[in-house]
């Protein structure tokens, strides 16, 4: 179930070794000419149609989800591609120290896997999304040649750069999943700018151009419009198929032999807490009352420098420029445990710019509204303060008892509060990266210690782990209480690092693949 | 938009387009070198925005009837009457007393002012969406990069990487 990030990377590794693969899909193939870029009006569409919040954007496709318990909204996209359509395409790996939390540091748990075990999945994702980057990055270990060069930094990258010189910290062209030549039949990135409002020339990895092309000629069958209800389960207590409904809300039943759950950090979840039955009263592979909590999202701050001289910030892919890990692994002494990344962010077009965007407030009309909008518009660079989030219990996924999406299938319900170590580590980030922009020349500098509309990433709600007693899956995805159902999406993280997971969601799911290939018989 | 299209449309009266356009010219003044949203067109975006969602219509068809009789309690002739510093203080009661129309007021008249091609050239902006052209753009010089490639590596290593048979952590 799912066809974004990790959806389309699992069923296009089991397609291509023969397996009968058929993915459901609750949303519908975006035509790349319909993306706003190539209109006049393209910045209005991200405040309505395009708006990562399902709540506001109310696609058919979408189903509704209570936050009003979160100080963080989640986002997604119900779409042939998922989110990463929407996505910034921010590519960073996790590091090898992210999986060993425990060891290093005493906290949360110990991923069941390694960093080196997931590093040839690392390498085949990137091989198969095409990113732009530059190797010897002394924050990683080594990693293979990047596909393609990395995006240029420009004239606003470069300030900030010369910036985290001044400090002496680290910094470095991000990792982007974007192609800046021409690769496997996509067009070179020609640096438009809003890579968030669609990717028209496919220049940006979304999976509907990079994996799904590939899987549906390896024979995966997929079905769009097609809403997933319950899981159903066998006398035997190993799940039998599913139940989902079509566009037109007409119920089907699909059987098969294994299920895999590609949904995202609160899909996933909501979709085995409401597959209860007799057997499985809370949910299925619940027994252990695990699945929905752990919820992590990255806590995000964003921190604005504001410069006299003008910096091309619409020129070049707005999300990525450059990433600094300097605050990256656990220092005690700065009063948090684990760490956090510095996200460069180019600019804003000119109307949200006035409209704000990443925590800006809205220029206020009057008089003064040229003044501001001189001082904002393509003078401003925004660090995002990315940190990592623990895993604690009681932040969780639950089904609503009031709320239903169109088909009355349950909404869930995101229960989540702030962690005084996520706060501590946000107070030092947004500090820090103060700092980095007074030093590249900001002559004012505006923050936001938590935004809001943030919830870009959803994990941890069906942990994996080795121990069945504190865990949902094993560390193939393989859920421990039904062995036939799997989980490939964001909820089998352990831990959430301090970057984007794309680039690690897309490996966990070929490395599950990769197992589920040797442990299934094929017909 | 040109009369015919406005008859097709039928959105706003003769009426509300009037209020809108020196609303516009309120919420966006003009400069030495920029027009104010009003007479710039940009009402032509909020009514083609209208024109496609009913339930914003009635939302600005609201925000501009509580702008008209705000404004009507200031002067019998209404808005237009008023000086400018009226029209702020209209404008600042209305935005209290009807919020979500407003706010949808100011999304639209903040979205179609900033697509206006002379407003953007005003700006120094690109007048054209960013698709089909792009930008150029030099490619990264590697030599910004010298200090920080002669840093030691900033990883923490793990056990596994220094374990025999995993690959090393290369500190």
């Given at each position: 179930m799912g066809a974004g990030?990790?959806g389309?990377?699992?069923?296009?590794?089991?397609?291509?070794?023969?397996?009968?693969?058929l993915c459901l899909e609750q949303g519908d193939?975006?035509?790349?000419?319909?993306?706003?870029?190539?209109?006049?009006?393209?910045?209005?569409?991200?405040?309505?149609e395009?708006h990562?919040d399902p709540n506001v954007r109310r696609l058919a496709a979408d189903y509704p989800v209570d936050a009003t318990e979160s100080?963080?909204t989640p986002l997604m996209y119900n779409a042939v591609?998922g989110?990463?359509?929407?996505?910034?395409?921010?590519?960073?790996?996790?590091?090898?120290?992210?999986?060993?939390?425990?060891?290093?540091?005493?906290?949360?748990?110990?991923?069941?896997?390694?960093?080196?075990?997931?590093?040839?999945?690392?390498?085949?994702?990137?091989?198969?999304?095409?990113?732009?980057?530059?190797?010897?990055?002394?924050?990683?270990?080594?990693?293979?040649?990047?596909?393609?060069?990395?995006?240029?930094?420009?004239?606003?990258?470069?300030?900030?750069?010369?910036?985290?010189?001044?400090?002496?910290?680290?910094?470095?062209?991000?990792?982007?999943?974007?192609?800046?030549?021409?690769?496997?039949?996509?067009?070179?990135?020609?640096?438009?700018?809003?890579?968030?409002?669609?990717?028209?020339?496919?220049?940006?990895?979304?999976?509907?151009?990079?994996?799904?092309?590939?899987?549906?000629?390896?024979?995966?069958?997929l079905v769009t419009g097609a809403r997933v209800r319950e899981i159903t389960v066998g006398?035997?207590?190993?799940a039998d198929g599913v139940v989902y409904h079509d566009a037109e809300g007409r119920v089907h039943e699909q059987k098969a032999?294994?299920v895999v759950l590609a949904a995202n950090g609160i899909g996933t979840p909501r979709l085995l807490l409401h597959s209860r039955s007799g057997r499985f009263p809370g949910g299925l592979a619940n027994?252990?009352?695990?699945v929905g909590?752990?919820l992590?999202?990255?806590?995000?701050?964003?921190?604005?420098?504001?410069?006299?001289?003008?910096?091309?910030?619409?020129?070049?892919?707005?999300?990525?420029?450059?990433?600094?890990?300097?605050?990256?692994?656990?220092?005690?002494?700065?009063?948090?445990?684990?760490?956090?990344?510095?996200?460069?962010?180019?600019?804003?077009?000119?109307?949200?710019?006035?409209?704000?965007?990443?925590?800006?407030?809205?220029?206020?009309?009057?008089?003064?509204?040229?003044?501001?909008?001189?001082?904002?518009?393509?003078?401003?660079?925004?660090?995002?303060?990315?940190?990592?989030?623990?895993?604690?219990?009681?932040?969780r996924v639950v089904l609503d008892r009031e709320l239903s999406d169109a088909n009355g299938i349950s909404a869930p319900r995101v229960i989540?509060?702030?962690?005084?170590?996520?706060?501590?580590?946000?107070?030092?980030?947004?500090?820090?990266?103060?700092?980095?922009?007074?030093?590249?020349?900001?002559?004012?500098?505006?923050?936001?210690?938590?935004?809001?509309?943030?919830?870009?990433?959803l994990?941890?709600t069906a942990?994996?782990?080795?121990?069945?007693?504190?865990?949902?899956?094993?560390?193939?995805?393989?859920?421990?209480?039904v062995?036939?159902v799997?989980v490939?999406d964001?909820s089998?993280?352990?831990?959430?690092?301090?970057?984007?997971?794309?680039?690690?969601?897309?490996?966990?799911?070929?490395?599950?693949?990769?197992?589920?290939?040797?442990?299934?018989?094929?017909? | 938009?040109?009369?015919?299209?406005?008859?097709?449309?039928?959105?706003?009266?003769?009426?509300?387009?009037?209020?809108?356009?020196?609303?516009?010219?309120?919420?966006?003044?003009?400069?030495?070198?920029?027009?104010?949203?009003?007479?710039?067109?940009?009402?032509?975006?909020?009514?083609?925005?209208?024109?496609?969602?009913?339930a914003?219509?009635?939302?600005?068809?609201?925000?501009?009837?509580?702008?008209?009789?705000?404004?009507?309690?200031?002067?019998?002739?209404?808005?237009?009457?008023?000086?400018?510093?009226?029209?702020?203080?209209?404008?600042?009661?209305?935005?209290?007393?009807?919020?979500?129309?407003?706010?949808?007021?100011?999304?639209?008249?903040?979205?179609?002012?900033?697509?206006?091609?002379?407003?953007?050239?005003?700006?120094?902006?690109?007048?054209?969406?960013?698709?089909?052209?792009?930008?150029?753009?030099?490619?990264?010089?590697?030599?910004?990069?010298?200090?920080?490639?002669?840093?030691?590596?900033?990883?923490?290593?793990?056990?596994?990487?220094?374990?025999?048979?995993?690959?090393?952590?290369?500190?």
């Open positions: 990030a990790a389309a990377a699992f069923t296009w590794s089991v397609s291509r070794a023969g397996l009968q693969a193939w975006v035509d790349p000419a319909s993306y706003a870029t190539t209109r006049g009006d393209w910045e209005l569409t991200r405040q309505a395009w990562p100080p963080i591609g989110s990463t359509i929407h996505w910034s395409a921010h590519f960073p790996r996790f590091k090898p120290s992210d999986f060993r939390v425990k060891t290093l540091d005493g906290v949360a748990d110990d991923w069941p896997l390694t960093y080196e075990e997931l590093e040839p999945f690392f390498d085949l994702n990137d091989h198969m999304m095409g990113v732009a980057g530059l190797d010897g990055d002394p924050a990683y270990p080594p990693k293979s040649p990047r596909p393609t060069p990395p995006i240029p930094l420009g004239k606003l990258g470069e300030t900030m750069a010369r910036g985290f010189d001044r400090l002496g910290w680290h910094w470095w062209p991000s990792d982007s999943a974007i192609v800046t030549r021409p690769y496997d039949g996509r067009r070179a990135c020609n640096n438009c700018g809003p890579c968030d409002w669609g990717c028209p020339i496919g220049a940006k990895a979304s999976t509907d151009v990079t994996y799904w092309p590939k899987a549906l000629a390896s024979g995966a069958r006398p035997d207590g190993r032999r294994a027994g252990n009352g695990l909590r752990d992590m999202f990255h806590p995000f701050a964003s921190v604005r420098g504001y410069f006299d001289e003008p910096l091309d910030g619409f020129k070049g892919p707005s999300p990525c420029s450059i990433i600094s890990q300097e605050f990256y692994e656990t220092d005690l002494a700065r009063g948090f445990v684990r760490g956090y990344s510095f996200q460069v962010v180019r600019g804003f077009g000119p109307a949200n710019s006035a409209l704000g965007g990443l925590g800006e407030p809205r220029i206020a009309w009057g008089r003064e509204h040229h003044a501001e909008h001189a001082r904002r518009w393509n003078h401003t660079i925004a660090i995002g303060v990315m940190g990592e989030d623990l895993p604690e219990p009681d932040n989540y509060r702030l962690s005084e170590n996520s706060r501590r580590l946000l107070a030092h980030g947004t500090d820090r990266a103060k700092e980095a922009l007074e030093a590249a020349g900001a002559t004012r500098v505006e923050m936001t210690p938590l935004l809001q509309a943030a919830g870009w990433h994990l941890g942990r994996m782990g080795t121990d069945p007693s504190t865990s949902v899956v094993d560390r193939y995805g393989r859920c421990h209480e062995p036939n799997y490939v964001g089998l993280c352990t831990t959430s690092a301090g970057v984007n997971p794309t680039s690690t969601i897309q490996a966990l799911a070929l490395w599950v693949a990769h197992h589920f290939k040797g442990s299934v018989r094929t017909p | 938009m040109s009369d015919a299209g406005r008859a097709e449309a039928s959105v706003f009266t003769e009426a509300e387009r009037q209020l809108l356009r020196q609303v516009l010219d309120v919420l966006i003044p003009g400069t030495s070198t920029l027009p104010a949203a009003g007479q710039a067109g940009a009402g032509d975006h909020v009514e083609r925005r209208a024109e496609a969602t009913p914003l219509r009635r939302r600005l068809g609201e925000g501009l009837a509580t702008i008209a009789i705000l404004a009507a309690r200031s002067h019998p002739d209404g808005f237009e009457a008023l000086d400018h510093d009226q029209r702020e203080t209209v404008l600042h009661a209305a935005s209290t007393e009807a919020p979500d129309a407003f706010d949808a007021l100011i999304l639209h008249a903040y979205s179609g002012y900033y697509a206006l091609p002379r407003v953007l050239a005003g700006i120094g902006a690109p007048d054209r969406p960013p698709q089909p052209l792009g930008h150029e753009m030099a490619p990264l010089d590697e030599r910004l990069l010298a200090r920080v490639k002669r840093r030691p590596p900033l990883y923490r290593p793990t056990p596994d990487a220094l374990s025999p048979g995993t690959r090393s952590c290369g500190a």
